[in-house]
Every structure is written in C-alpha cells, then in structure tokens.
C-alpha cells in the first residue's frame, strides 16, 4: 500500500522522493519507487520522473530511469519519445534495451562510443556531487577506452556541461601526481577553449592503462 511507503516520500514531487531514495540500498528504494508509483497515474508519475531527468542533478537522472524501470512497460513510449534528447538519451537508450529484453550486463553495447563517454562524464559527475574520492577514481575503471590519454581526448569531444568540473574533481582526487597533472591540463584546455581547436593533445606523454590503475571493488 502506498500508505505505508517506509522512507515517507510518497507525497513528496520525483525530485525530492528521488533525493530521499538516494542514500537507501537498492532494493529499498525501489520498494519505495513502488510505494509512490502507487499514489499516482501512471502518465503523470512518468512525466515527473522525465522531468526531473531532465534537471541538472546527474544522480537524480540516473534515480529516475531506476524508478522508471520500475514503471516498466507503461513507461516504454515515453521513454522512446525522450531518447533523441542529448541529455537523457543513453539513459533511455539503456532503458529502452533491458526493456527488449538484453541483459543489463550487455546493454551498453547499444550504446556508441560518444554516448558511452557522455554517460561516463555524467556519471562521473554524480560522484563528483555526491560521492567520495575514491569512488570517483575507482569510476575510471568503467571507461570503455584502454588508456586515460585517450579517454581525455574522447571526454573533451563529447561537450558534456560538466566535464570541466568532472576533470578538475577527479585531478584533485587522484594519488597519481602524472596523471593528475594530465587531467588538469585537459580540464584547462577545455576551459579555454583548446580542446575545441585541436591545440595541444592530451596523448603523448603519460599513457597508462586504465586497467593499471588502483582500483577497489565498484562500489556503484
């Protein structure tokens, strides 16, 4: 019932019941998305919950496509109708590939490679908000390309808003003082403007593998 929703975010708008859920355990929250699903039509949960993907929060964006899947088929023409937007559409690409019925462990390889590294920068920038440290370093890990040099380049390509604030995060995080100058320099020149112009490659210098990197169990 939706009356007895344990977090008490039933009444509350997607954006701050998204919020609410954000420090529970998976199967927590989504017995929660159940609970305020529940206290409301199906059309108008799914509007909210798009919209609040919509925002500029990246935790919450991934929240909502959580909740959505959730909603399940119902959501499907919505999400369909949204995956031309650049913002949500790797979510709703991804949504929209569990839905047909492809493992969620394969379903990135819909994805291409640009909206792979957008999705990671995004991601990237979740962690950056509400995340630790390590975590944002273990998020290296789960780029699709081998080396940092080349994430660098394929990251300062793909125009997220936040890269700059991403890299700057994750520079001032790493332990690795080469690769931190790396990252530095690239969050630089995609603040001035350089990475646009194609002056002065990340690759080249300092070429470690991703997989070299120290790493933990993913905690995401």
Not at 120 to 146: C, F, K, N, Y
Request: net charge negative.
């Amino acid at each position: 019932m939706a009356a007895q929703s344990p977090a008490g975010n039933i009444e509350q708008s997607a954006e701050d019941m998204l919020r609410g859920c954000s420090q529970l355990r998976p199967n927590a929250a989504r017995a929660e998305y159940r609970a305020w699903l529940a206290a409301r039509t199906v059309g108008s949960a799914v509007g909210e919950l798009i919209d609040a993907a919509r925002g500029e929060d990246a935790l919450l964006r991934g929240l909502a496509f959580e909740a959505l899947r959730v909603v399940g088929a119902p959501a499907e023409p919505d999400v369909r109708s949204v995956a031309d937007e650049a913002t949500l559409r790797p979510y709703a690409l991804l949504w929209l590939a569990e839905h047909d019925g492809i493992d969620p462990e394969d379903a990135h390889e819909v994805l291409t490679r640009a909206e792979a590294t957008w999705l990671w920068v995004d991601t990237a920038a979740a962690v950056a908000d509400h995340g630790e440290a390590p975590l944002l370093v273990r998020h290296l890990e789960s780029a699709i390309q081998p080396t940092v040099p080349m994430l660098l380049d394929e990251v300062r390509a793909v125009g997220h808003p936040r890269t700059v604030q991403v890299l700057v995060a994750l520079a001032a995080a790493h332990p690795d003082p080469a690769l931190a100058k790396a990252v530095r320099r690239a969050a630089f020149q995609v603040h001035t403007g350089a990475a646009r112009r194609g002056q002065v490659p990340v690759s080249g210098a300092y070429v470690p593998k991703l997989q070299m990197l120290p790493s933990a169990s993913r905690a995401m």
